[in-house]
């Protein structure tokens, strides 16, 4: 019975292969990587602005801004699946640069929000607004690698995601220390700078991005012939009862049951990733009266970004090994076993560093299995049954991301503490690891097994 995804990767490679993967690792995937980057920076800056004045000055609730946090994802699963298709057919040069523009645009306007009612119509819209951007990465990424090559593009793409905070706590920490400012509040300040550098990446990306190899003149004319062969040969190798309708066939996706496995699985990581994204920083400020403590602006926004910088080094290796030796089920099952069991931990460490730390596992979980799960639906589907795939899939995550936004902050409400709202975190990334493990043992055919064991 084979054990992995795809065989290993071997030792030695044709040169133009290798110049052809080098190339793109240099030329394309840092720019998405970036423009990732700022979209989840966008998205998650009101998770510094509520500890930090936006709080109060919107008289919120945990509830309200748990409700305010996840609405964003209500917008985005709306035009989610159609802004994919869109991008399927008008290419990502046009689509992922008119997202960066309009969301830019509407990031922009949060600088001036002065009630609740404002925050949550913002925040929808901002969801509308970016719809469409990770899961048309995603597939933008995988129409230029051969499926081989897909966990190292995709693991460099995701490493945006943690280094976001990593960079962009203490960046949101020192921007609100800029109070007064244009006479605004540090928390508007903030909102300010992160939403410009979205309109101008939108702008660049019109002229940088390039929708397929064939076109890249920065590739050999080998290379380009290499690559081209390579992605035909392999969609046109993608049979079975699924996938002989893979090409053009939607159906395809909607009635696929890996792809709602997938789907489900996904579900339970981006509950847990979005937990902390969101909450987080609530959390850090809630220490100093839990623990009798202070801490300023930046010494917050540093804490914060303690666990995500493990977290990329453990993403890039646990990518790496899959990369090398063949994705297996545990690459993505083991992970969230941890994250499971590490999260409810968390509630009972005695200082603010032993809860860090056992945060920081979490984190590292989390991550490392993301880009190594994102390999797999693009290993079965392929033209616009990938792109409405990978959108369903990232669907799933965005009603996760509403859910554990507004169910963590009610939960908060409701029961006084964190501790009921972290537990149905851990409970769910179990569950993402039972259905990744139970997946595997349901392939029967020789190519499920190569999909998943």
Not at 97 to 120: C, D, K
Not at 339 to 362: D, F
Request: proline fraction near 5%; glycine fraction near 8%; charge should be positive.
């Amino acid at each position: 019975m084979p054990a992995s995804t795809a065989p290993p990767v071997p030792e030695s490679r044709s040169a133009v292969e290798t110049s052809a993967i080098r190339k793109i690792s240099i030329r394309l995937v840092p720019f998405v990587a970036l423009m990732f980057f700022v979209n989840y920076l966008d998205r998650t800056a009101v998770s510094f602005a509520e500890p930090n004045g936006m709080g109060d000055d919107l008289a919120l609730t945990a509830a309200q801004f748990g409700f305010a946090s996840g609405i964003f994802f209500v917008g985005y699963i709306v035009l989610e699946i159609p802004s994919n298709m869109a991008l399927h057919r008008f290419g990502a040069r046009r689509w992922l640069a008119r997202i960066m523009v309009t969301w830019g645009i509407v990031s922009l306007l949060f600088t001036w929000v002065n009630s609740s009612g404002g925050l949550y119509t913002l925040r929808f819209l901002l969801g509308v607004a970016e719809a469409g951007f990770f899961p048309g990465a995603i597939l933008f990424l995988s129409q230029w690698v051969p499926s081989r090559h897909r966990t190292k593009i995709l693991a460099l793409f995701y490493l945006a995601q943690p280094l976001t905070t990593v960079f962009g706590a203490p960046l949101a920490g020192w921007l609100i220390g800029r109070h007064g400012l244009f006479d605004l509040e540090g928390w508007r300040v903030m909102f300010l700078f992160v939403s410009i550098p979205a309109i101008l990446l939108g702008v660049i990306a019109w002229f940088y991005l390039i929708d397929r190899p064939a076109d890249a003149k920065w590739l050999t004319t080998d290379e380009k012939e290499w690559l081209t062969g390579e992605l035909a040969a392999e969609n046109s190798g993608k049979t079975g009862h699924e996938s002989a309708h893979a090409k053009g066939d939607l159906k395809t996706a909607f009635t696929n049951s890996r792809v709602w496995t997938l789907a489900l699985v996904y579900f339970g990581f981006v509950y847990g990733l979005y937990a902390l994204a969101f909450f987080l920083p609530t959390i850090i400020n809630g220490f100093q009266e839990q623990y009798d403590t202070s801490f300023s602006v930046m010494d917050k926004a540093w804490i914060t970004a303690i666990p995500y910088l493990p977290a990329a080094v453990v993403l890039f290796f646990w990518s790496r090994h899959a990369t090398r030796h063949g994705t297996r089920t545990w690459h993505v099952a083991a992970p969230a076993i941890v994250g499971g069991v590490s999260i409810p931990l968390a509630l009972y460490m005695g200082s603010p560093t032993a809860t860090v730390a056992v945060v920081t596992v979490t984190a590292c979980s989390i991550f490392a299995a993301l880009p190594v799960f994102w390999a797999l639906p693009s290993r079965f589907l392929t033209g616009a049954a990938a792109a409405a795939g990978i959108a369903l899939i990232n669907t799933a995550g965005n009603v996760a991301g509403f859910a554990s936004s507004y169910i963590t902050g009610w939960l908060k409400d409701w029961t006084g503490a964190y501790y009921v709202p972290l537990y149905l975190v851990g409970a769910l990334m179990l569950l993402s690891a039972a259905l990744m493990i139970r997946l595997a043992s349901r392939t029967r055919t020789t190519t499920e097994k190569d999909l998943l064991r």
